[in-house]
Structures are given as structure tokens and as C-alpha cells.
């Protein structure tokens, strides 16, 4: 089955809203990543987070191994935010990375 | 730093021909990954390298797909006799000891 599951798989909001994007695992991992996909295809690195929470501007990410979750906050929505987000996690006994099925997010003016 | 570097960005062939993807990891970097992207798959895993010496191609279809790394400057996926269902965006991925994986900015190919 789906080693990383994403949710949810589509959100619109309006501007200034805020968002919570949930990443959960059923496997160990070594890292967890999140990313973020321009419409354009290219993918920026967001947070490379294997534990615990960091801050970056308005984004937060916060990792639980325990429950096999990482999260991602987004605060104060802006347009500009709009495109897929997508989690990735280094599985525990390999190198093998493996993606969620990523979270498309439309934020309206 | 340039990043990791692709190359083409763009590449369009028919049905039957071979293509050639390159990938310039970060320098310093000792793994270097391919991905395929695709609408209906979404992120698919295809191969990896570590220190040049392949480590695990459990996501390559057996056939047609080859990657090899000659030197810790770049690596290449080739692809014969390209097929329709081949069509997709491949991304090359590069990270350091401590896990932290850079995406070039990925080839689309296009097979007619």
C-alpha cells in the first residue's frame, strides 16, 4: 500500500487564510522533506525535517516519528503560494526516498 | 552554487528513438537520484547512486532504461526505443551525507 499518505489532495482558500497540510508514514524513516512544486515543475526544497518543529517566515513543519506524521503550516496565505506541496521521506533501511502523492493548493486573491 | 543542473530541459523524439538525460549534481555531493514525474503516478523513485557506484535501480523498467554516473560530475539516463508511456518529467536529485536532497530543475520529455 501508500507508504506516504498526503492530505488533503486539493485546498483552495482565500488570502490571508491558513493552511495545514498533513504528511503520514507507515514505514521508518531516516529523514522527512517537504517540498514545494512551482506550476512550472521545478521542486524548492521547503524543509528538511527528520524531528521535532522549524520555522521558515510563515511556513512551519513539524515532525512526529512516533506517530509517523509531519505537518506543514502555512500562515497568512498569499496567492503566491499556490502550487503542490509534497512530503518526502528517506525510508529507515535504505536511501530510497518516497513521495506523497503531494497536496494541490490554490489560494485566491 | 548553479544547483543541480539538467539537461535538455525539453526534448521531444519519436516513438522507436533512444534519449539521453544528463544530470550535473551539486559538487560536493555523494548520492545522486532520478525521479519520473507523471500526472497519473505522480513522483516515481527509478535509481540512485552513491559515491558513483549504483545502489539501488529497483524503480528502473528492466528494459530500455540505463543510468550510469562515469564520474562525480554527472550522471545519465538513457532511454531506448522510447515509447508514447515514457513521456514524462524526469528529475535528478543530488544530496550530501546528511540527507538533504536538491532537485535540478527536470527534463520534460515528450514521446510522439
Known amino acids: 500500500g501508500q507508504q506516504v499518505q498526503q492530505s488533503p489532495a486539493s485546498l483552495v482558500l482565500q488570502e490571508g487564510e491558513n493552511a495545514e497540510l498533513q504528511c503520514n508514514f507507515s514505514?521508518?524513516?531516516?529523514?522527512m522533506q517537504w517540498f514545494y512544486q512551482r506550476p512550472g515543475g521545478s521542486l524548492v526544497s521547503l524543509f528538511y525535517?527528520?524531528?521535532g518543529t522549524k520555522h521558515s517566515g510563515r511556513l512551519t513543519s513539524t515532525t512526529v516519528i512516533k506517530e509517523r506524521r509531519s505537518s506543514l503550516h502555512i500562515s497568512s496565505s498569499q496567492t503566491t503560494d499556490s502550487g503542490t506541496y509534497l512530503c518526502?521521506?528517506?525510508?529507515?533501511?535504505?536511501?530510497?526516498?518516497?513521495f506523497g502523492t503531494g497536496t494541490r493548493l490554490q489560494v485566491l486573491p | 552554487n548553479a544547483g543541480v543542473i539538467q539537461t535538455p530541459r525539453h526534448k521531444v523524439t519519436g516513438k522507436g528513438q533512444e534519449a539521453t538525460l544528463w544530470c550535473e549534481p551539486i559538487?560536493?555531493?555523494?548520492?545522486v537520484f532520478w525521479y519520473r514525474q507523471t500526472i497519473v503516478q505522480g513522483l516515481e523513485f527509478l535509481t540512485y547512486?552513491?559515491?558513483?557506484?549504483?545502489?539501488?535501480d529497483s524503480g528502473m523498467p528492466k528494459e530500455r532504461f540505463s543510468a550510469q554516473m562515469p564520474n562525480q560530475s554527472h550522471s545519465t539516463l538513457k532511454i531506448q526505443s522510447t515509447q508514447p508511456q515514457d513521456s514524462a518529467v524526469y528529475l535528478c536529485?543530488?544530496?550530501?551525507?546528511?540527507?538533504?536532497?536538491?532537485f535540478g530543475p527536470g527534463t520534460r520529455l515528450t514521446v510522439l
Open positions: 514505514t521508518s524513516l531516516n529523514s
Open positions: 518526502a521521506l528517506e525510508r529507515g533501511n535504505t536511501n530510497k526516498v518516497v
Open positions: 547512486f552513491r559515491n558513483q557506484a549504483p545502489i539501488d
Open positions: 525535517n527528520p524531528s
Open positions: 559538487s560536493g555531493h555523494s548520492a
Open positions: 536529485a543530488s544530496s550530501s551525507r546528511q540527507g538533504r536532497g536538491y
